[in-house]
Every structure is written in C-alpha cells, then in structure tokens.
C-alpha cells in the first residue's frame, strides 16, 4: 500500500523538480497552472488540522493534488504524475472522466440526497447495473459507504442466514477498518484490533511463489490449499462456520491470482457444510482484473458479492453487498438489522450508473484485459530479465504485482513482512525513485504493485514502466544472491 508517508511535499524535501506540462495533451484540457504558495498554504492547513488514515501524524507530510486528468495527477508545483497506483485502487475509470463527472452534476442539481427509506431512480438503476453484471441468482443490492462496512454487513447476513458465528478468511489478505471486517483481515493492520473479538478464524490461501504447503505446481498448490482450508473448516466445527470470505484475487496483501480449481474448490466445500461463500470483490472487481467480477475468470458464483472503488471509481463513496435470492429470503419478512444513513446516497448512485454505462459502452473492462495480457504482462516481464531483485510478476488485468526479493535462489523478501523505517529502506527508496520522476507507486512490504487505471493506454503503460526500469536500476545494489 502507498502510504501518505510516501507522498512527502515537494517543497520539503527539495527532491522533485518542477516540469511544465502542455495542458492541451490532456484529455479534459484542464489547465495546469503551477501554485507553489498555495501547496504550501495548503500542506501547513494539512498538517494543522487533518488526522489521515494508517500513519504516525508526525512523520508525514502529504504532497497536495492541484488537479486530474485520466491516468495523471498533478500538484501545485505543475508537476504532473502517472498513476500506477488508481489511487487506492479505485479509479478505474481513470481521473476526471466527463461522462462520470456530467452525471454527479446532473444529480447534484436534480436531487442531492435522499433517505434510504424512499426509493429513488438512480438508486434503482444502479443496483440493476450491479445485478445484472452478477450471476444469476443474486438479484438485489444492499448498498453501504464503501468496502469496510459492505464485509460488515455481508458477514452480518451471513450470520444471521445460518444461524453460525465463525468466519474463515485468509492470513493474506485486507477486508476493510471496521470491527468485523479488521478482525476479518489477515495484514498486519488487524494486529492492534483484534483483541476481544471471538468467531475469526484465519486459513492459508494459495501462493505458490511461497508456497507453505511445499508445492511445486500450480495443481498441487490448489490441491493442497483446498486440503487444508477444509481441514480448518472440520477441525472449527463446520456447524460453527457461517461464512468463508475471501478476496477472489487477492489485491493488497500481494496481488494473488488462485489457481485454476480453487475457487470452485471453496464452493464445493461451502456447499458441503452450508457455509456461506462471501467473495471480497472491493478491489478486484468492475474492471481492475479484465472482468467485471474477478471471480469471472472461473465458474463460480459465491452467495454474497461485496463491491465498493471501481463501481464508481470513487468519485462519491459507494459499496454494497449483492444478496443471493436464497439470503435475501431469509429477510424477507424478518428485519434486516443493519442500515446506514446513507445507504444509496444518489450522488453515489448517479456516478455508479455513469461508470458502469460507460465502461460497457467505451470497453474499458475489455481494454484492461488487453493492456495487462499485451502490455503490462510482457512488460514487467521483460524488467524481470534486468532486475534479479525480481523474483516473481503476476497479475491480470491492470491487477499485477512484481514480488521482490534479495536472492532469487532463497526467494528472501527485499524487506521483511510488515516492514518500517530503516527495515524498509529499499522499498522507500524505490518509491521515492519512482516519485522524483514522475510516476505514482503502489507498494506494499516487499511487493511493487502496478494497478493503473483500467483506461490507461499502452503507450502511458510503456511510459511508467520506463521510470520503474530507471527507479529498480537504483534498488539494484539491495539485491545480494
Ligand atoms: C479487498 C478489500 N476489501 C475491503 C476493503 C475496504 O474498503 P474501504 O476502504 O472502502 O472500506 C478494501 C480496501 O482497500 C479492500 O482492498
């Protein structure tokens, strides 16, 4: 994950040069017009007065964003950025997209905000769009504010629909900040959260690239996983397990596409036990992987669909779950008890239904697919041959992951898991490498993630994969195999 620790002030660190940039390349011909004082007035209100997310306050000096256009940010110094990171992994649609940006207007000026308990057109059209893109039997949409309380909500269904507590989710893998949904998480950030919350049970997923069930092969990885995850399942008490959740291509905790077999694997042994099989498709869903769900690249439909950033970009915030007819009977003539005050807030549903037109209508979905299989794949690839601090590339889609290592024979990670200061030195250079010259990482311990906009073209791909040569020519030297 970027961290706000990464993205240091230009004005502080002296360590980005100013570069003009000609407004008219840009899609939009939003006009870059360079302000230091104001990124400055800006950083010093910043640092006065915002609490930000994940960080030691004192040690951060976030970089302010004058403007975006598609695959590019730009600060007030006029120095424009590739985004190789969408982010947080949401703006699918790339930044800024007029057709997504006209709807929220329109909205804004036809009707700002409505109540969940009234029905309303956007509202119902999105979550249309939702359950059309969905398989067949899951029909109805229960909207949130974004991923954390989509998982919240999603493992309350689950709950409640069986009448178990325990949930089964992955070591590797993120699921959100919010009580349920932190314990749920496999990452470190469940570390400080978790204490005095029962009904969390934590497996290992496939990962054959460190594979702890000794595998050599893909098959045998599958197997294996799947082995164990229904061992888990018996030696928990399969009558005590509402819900396996799962990331369907894991995204942060190390871009982990499952092998052919797994997922199908999961609904079979959640078919077993009647287990509620919850897919976490917050980040690797609406285009981020080629396919508008992740879990399309296999034959599986899970009871639960969890959805937030790519929906609509995150242009307003939006999540939800997409219920099974089978879960959604279970409420209805019982009450749901969970709601949210803005459950389908019209803004965000007017950007989600924009969004979604719009990627079927420009094949964005199909674009991504493309880019990854022609571009990114053979690209990352091709750094690979150059740099031996990389150990593996993997990934679909704009979904991809270069795993780092200081030796290739041991596969020891370039940084320890769950790494900070001086331990991450080489991840923090790689970043500020990156960032001097122009190009927004995503990294996360010892991974390196390229998830760019779902718009981007090849030529932009070429474009940020030409820093990374440059920024990995730096981190060289780490490598000691
Ligand atoms: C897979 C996954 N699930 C859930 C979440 C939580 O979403 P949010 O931050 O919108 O609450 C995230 C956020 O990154 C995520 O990647």
Redesign the pocket.
């Known amino acids: 994950m970027t961290t706000d620790q990464d993205l240091t002030h230009p004005i502080e660190s002296g360590s980005i040069e100013s570069v003009s940039i000609d407004a008219d390349s840009l899609e939009t011909g939003s006009l870059i017009i360079a302000d230091p004082d104001e990124g400055k007035r800006i950083a010093e209100l910043d640092r006065a007065h915002v609490f930000h997310s994940w960080s030691a306050q004192a040690q951060i000096a976030p970089l302010p964003i004058a403007g975006a256009s598609g695959s590019y940010i730009w600060d007030y110094e006029g120095k424009r950025y590739l985004d190789f990171s969408s982010q ?2 949401f703006t699918n649609i790339g930044h800024q997209h007029p057709k997504v940006v006209g709807a929220i207007q329109a909205q804004a000026a036809k009707l700002c905000t409505i109540a969940p308990a009234f029905g309303n057109d956007v509202r119902s059209e999105a979550a249309r769009l939702v359950a059309e893109r969905a398989p067949d039997n899951l029909n109805h949409v229960f909207f949130t504010n ?6 919240e909500n999603a493992i309350r269904m689950a709950r409640l629909h069986t009448g178990r507590h325990k949930v089964v989710s992955l070591y590797r ?6 009580a349920a ?1 932190i314990v749920a998480t496999g990452d470190p950030r469940r570390w400080p959260n978790d204490i005095g919350v029962a009904g969390h049970v934590h497996a290992f997923g496939p990962y054959l690239y460190r594979s702890v069930f000794s595998a050599e092969t893909e098959e045998q990885e599958c197997d294996r996983a799947l082995a164990h995850l229904r061992q888990v399942i018996e030696l928990e008490g399969p009558g005590t397990v509402a819900a396996i959740l799962l ?1 369907s291509i894991v ?2 905790a190390g871009i982990l596409v499952p092998p052919d077999g797994y997922l199908a694997g999961v609904r079979a042994i959640c078919d077993d036990y009647g287990i509620v099989y919850i897919a ?1 498709e ?3 869903g609406f285009g981020r992987t080629g396919r508008w769900f992740a879990f399309n690249h296999w034959d599986v439909a899970p009871d639960l669909i ?1 959805f ?2 790519g929906v609509n970009s995150g242009y307003v ?1 939006l ?1 939800g779950v997409v219920v099974s007819d089978e879960i959604y009977a279970t409420f209805a003539d019982r009450v749901f008890p969970g709601g949210l005050t803005y459950s389908g807030h019209p803004l965000a549903c007017a950007a989600a239904v924009a969004t979604l037109e719009t990627m079927a209508e420009e094949r964005i979905v199909e674009h991504a697919l493309e880019l990854g299989a022609t571009t990114i794949g053979p690209g990352l690839r091709a750094l690979q041959e150059r740099h031996p601090v990389i150990g593996e590339v993997r990934g679909v889609g704009v979904f991809w992951a270069l795993d780092l290592v200081s030796d290739r024979t041991s596969r020891a990670m370039l940084v320890p898991y769950n790494a900070s200061g001086a331990a991450n030195a080489p991840m923090a250079e790689l970043g500020a490498e990156c960032r001097k010259r122009g190009l927004i990482p995503f990294t996360n311990y010892n991974r390196f993630h390229v998830v760019p906009p779902c718009t981007t073209s090849a030529a932009e791909i070429e474009e940020g994969l030409a820093i990374l040569d440059e920024a990995l020519t730096v981190i060289d030297k780490y490598y000691v195999g």
Not at 146 to 151: F, K, L, V
Not at 173 to 178: L, V
């Open positions: 947080l992994v974004g991923g954390a309380d989509g998982i893998s993120y699921h959100g900040n919010t949904a990331e995204g942060t976490d917050v980040m690797a969890v937030a950033k915030p999540g």
